[in-house]
């Protein structure tokens, strides 16, 4: 076999590790099981004769919002979820707010805070911290409450089940220090990674997709129950009368991207189908380009190209004091005869 195709199917190879060791977290995704502790109808619902369980987690509602001006359109979820908890502390992160707070509590993260490509990755980054700082709910301003929250605060910890797998990042509690959100915390700098496509690079830096990892890593060792993570099942989160939001339009941060990125995710296997397809048309690209130069010596190719393309050493004329346009030696010439 000659060298040359030894070194190509080589780069191959290593450029295919290189991608399943940046993917293989989010490959392995569909495998787990999100279901080891979620909460059940009794838990949520309670019948007045069960014993009622205590509320572990601080009456705190964590909102975000880059400024004190809240858009029209989550008004009314922002205040239904202040009506309805008139007994809980409610705290709005505005990006001021939220800065002073990372640069006086977690001043190792602020050059990584600063260094966010999108505004919703601090919006993403601050809920963990104020989470893991002070406990309590965060909830996204396009997620309206539709009843109490008390239920969710009977477990250290709660995230909700998402569509088609893994967790989301717009509805979570959990009690001050939890350590799955200490873990959070401790591996955005890791994450912190620019993946070309925004939807992608969010997704994966700070948002739903690097969350639903890191509680994958969190539940492969034995986590004892005071540090368990709750799950909230999707028709609990929304979409009947005693579920607990109710959703208006959201995702402002989605960028042109994001249709197609969605796209892509709510039909997989086509998506697997056409990335083999693409891979095998570079492939077969980059062997008809081989072929090409071993069968033509592109070298010579080459060399030939350029002496055609390089200008001719005895017509080089210098530039006119008067002018930037190269002079014409036989011009010269013949004003010198003159």
């Not at 995702?251 to 095998?280: E, K, N, Y």
Request: charged share 20%.
């Amino acid at each position: 076999m000659r060298t040359s195709i030894k070194v190509i199917i080589w780069a191959h190879v290593l450029l295919l590790l290189f991608l399943i060791y940046c993917t293989v977290d989010l490959m392995t995704l569909p495998l787990q099981k999100w279901h080891r502790h979620v909460f059940t109808s009794e838990d949520l619902n309670p019948s007045k004769d069960s014993p009622q369980k205590p509320m572990i987690i601080p009456k705190i509602i964590h909102q975000t919002y880059k400024d004190e001006n809240i858009p029209d359109i989550w008004k009314d979820g922002q205040k239904a979820c202040q009506d309805l908890h008139p007994d809980y502390k409610y705290i709005l992160w505005t990006d001021d707010k939220a800065r002073d707070f990372i640069s006086k509590e977690y001043p190792w993260f602020l050059k990584t805070w600063d260094g966010y490509r999108y505004p919703i990755e601090r919006a993403d980054a601050i809920r963990y911290f104020a989470l893991a700082h002070y406990g309590g709910v965060y909830i996204d301003l396009d997620d309206g409450c539709q009843r109490k929250l008390d239920p969710l605060l009977t477990v250290p910890a709660f995230v909700r089940e998402t569509t088609p797998n893994g967790v989301s990042n717009d509805v979570m509690g959990a009690v001050p220090g939890h350590p799955f959100f200490v873990k959070v915390f401790n591996n955005l700098q890791k994450y912190n990674r620019n993946w070309i496509v925004p939807y992608i690079t969010i997704m994966f830096s700070t948002g739903p997709l690097f969350l639903s990892v890191i509680m994958e890593h969190y539940n492969w060792g034995r986590v004892p129950d005071d540090a368990s993570v709750t799950v909230l099942l999707p028709a609990d989160y929304s979409g009947k009368a005693d579920s607990f939001f109710k959703i208006a339009q959201g995702s402002s941060w989605h960028l042109g991207d994001a249709q197609l990125i969605q796209a892509m995710g709510r039909h997989i296997p086509f998506t697997v189908f056409c990335g083999f397809v693409i891979a095998g048309l570079i492939f077969l690209m980059e062997w008809y380009i081989y072929l090409f130069c071993v069968r033509t010596n592109f070298r010579r190719v080459f060399d030939y190209l350029i002496s055609k393309i390089r200008p001719v050493r005895g017509y080089r004329g210098r530039p006119r004091k008067d002018s930037n346009i190269l002079a014409n030696p036989l011009l010269g010439k013949n004003e010198s005869m003159v």
